[in-house]
């Protein structure tokens, strides 16, 4: 893993509180949810072409939200919680 201070470009790192939507199967849309960034996996990101395949990328951060599920996501799908 990186350093534990390390920051994305828009501010995020371990500990920020953040922001993000993700899929909802059983109700057929989409659910905003907040939670804390614990583990920054930048580090492990590869070329999804170098492993000669293009399913299970390494998300970027691991994300634990607020209602005790651990999820995954990229730079892009996070914003600031306030």
Do not use: H
């Amino acid at each position: 893993m990186t350093d534990k201070n390390c920051k994305s470009e828009d501010g995020t790192a371990v500990g920020s509180r953040v922001r993000l939507t993700v899929s909802d199967s059983d109700a057929g849309g989409s659910l905003t949810c907040t939670g804390v960034v614990i583990e920054d996996y930048e580090d492990m990101i590869i070329d999804r072409g170098s492993v000669g395949r293009d399913w299970a990328p390494v998300q970027r951060w691991a994300i634990a939200l607020d209602d005790g599920r651990l999820i995954f996501a990229n730079d892009e799908d996070l914003t600031p919680a306030e």
